[in-house]
């Protein structure tokens, strides 16, 4: 059994229960408690409906997601796929990667500042 605050060996890869208590962790940590207070505050009495409609996009985009996981059969997200589809131009993905980063730091941002 693994500790709970033990640090990876190189090489050795996240599983089932770690990627899902960081994929729960940040939705009930960011996308309820931080974003719900702004979101209720920018829309108003329309919270319901936003939610709805990023409710909509979360679930095409990971419609989207499963179906490139499915094609290209490697762990590797954004990156990976967009080196797959396009293999002859290796910016793209070095530039995917790069938007990447920049919107979990402004996510953080978003967090840190609720």
């Known amino acids: 059994m693994r500790h709970p605050t033990r640090r990876l060996a190189p090489g050795e890869k996240l599983g089932k229960k770690e990627l899902l208590a960081i994929g729960v962790g940040g939705m009930i940590g960011g996308g309820i408690f931080s974003v719900l207070g702004i979101t209720v505050t920018l829309s108003g009495n329309g919270a319901p409906f936003a939610f709805l409609v990023g409710a ?25 796929y967009l080196r797959g589809a396009w293999p002859r131009v290796p910016a793209l993905p070095a530039l995917a990667g790069w938007i990447l980063l920049a919107m979990y730091v402004g996510t953080l941002a978003l967090y840190a500042y609720t």
């Open 56 to 80: 909509v996009v979360a679930l095409v985009a990971g419609y989207f997601f499963v179906r490139l996981a499915l094609h290209f059969r490697d762990d590797g997200g954004v990156f990976t």
